[in-house]
Antibody
Framework: EVQLVESGGGLVQPGGSLRLSCAAS????????MNWVRQSPGKGLEWLSY????????FYADSVKGRFTISRDNAKNSLYLRMNSLRAEDTAVYYC????????????WGQGTLVTVSS | EIVMTQSPATLSVSPGEGATLSCRAS??????LAWYQQKPGQAPRLLLY???TRATGIPARFSGSGSGTEFTLTISSLQSEDFAVYYC???????????FGPGTKVDIK
């Protein structure tokens, strides 16, 4: 069974940093591209970042470019999102989601981790 | 950026009735369109991809159609577990700037 479990969320002050993790199991993690998507309270879904299966190709949404860094450790079956210079508008539930190839949907999602940016 | 819109924002349906949800893209996404279902406190779940292909384990009462800029999700006979928010998403862009619609909430009439 495919499982994605996010962790690392919490309360952080504006300007602070946080690192989210996503532990994968039930599939060969190193074969799949991964993404981060967030959902602000009561709002819709926003794609944030993509990383290829090897980690060699990375893309970001303009809203987080220069502040967030996606990475992965295939030996540990883990995906990460380092978030710096956090703002109130970054408050959201953050999901990791799997992608199976070029121009594919997000076929499995984690349960999400809540990040709250507030003083 | 491709902008996705959905209508209606809310759809009130009685159990057993059918429902039709619409999604429009600001430019052609061909058939690179997915539908997701999200229940309160849960992650989105992939329902359909390629505009009309059901994901693994999705019941046949869910069907999709369309291509280019106009898409439809049809639920043939709503069950209690189908009351949720439905999002469409285009994945035609590369680099992947995936965009989602604002969602349609299907609630009990």
């Amino acid at each position: 069974e495919v499982q994605l479990v996010e962790s690392g969320g919490g309360l952080v002050q504006p300007g602070g940093s946080l690192r989210l993790s996503c532990a994968a199991s039930g599939f060969t993690f190193s074969h799949y591209e991964m993404n981060w998507v967030r959902q602000s309270p009561g709002k819709g879904l926003e794609w944030l970042s993509y990383i290829s299966s090897s980690g060699s190709t990375i893309f970001y949404a303009d809203s987080v470019k220069g502040r967030f860094t996606i990475s992965r450790d295939n030996a540990k079956n883990s995906l990460y999102l380092r978030m710096n210079s956090l703002r109130a508008e970054d408050t959201a539930v953050y999901y990791c989601a799997r992608m199976d190839g070029y121009k594919s949907p997000l076929d499995y999602w984690g349960q999400g981790t809540l990040v709250t940016v507030s003083s | 950026e491709i902008v996705m819109t959905q209508s209606p924002a809310t759809l009130s349906v009685s159990p057993g009735e059918g429902a039709t949800l619409s999604c429009r893209a600001s430019q052609s996404v061909h058939s690179n369109l997915a539908w997701y279902q999200q229940k309160p406190g849960q992650a989105p779940r992939l329902l359909l991809y390629g505009a009309s292909t059901r994901a693994t384990g999705i019941p046949a009462r869910f069907s999709g159609s369309g291509s280019g800029t106009e898409f439809t999700l049809t639920i043939s006979s709503l069950q209690s577990e189908d009351f949720a928010v439905y999002y469409c998403q285009q994945y035609n862009n590369w680099p992947p700037v995936f965009t989602f619609g604002p969602g349609t909430k299907v609630d009990i009439k």
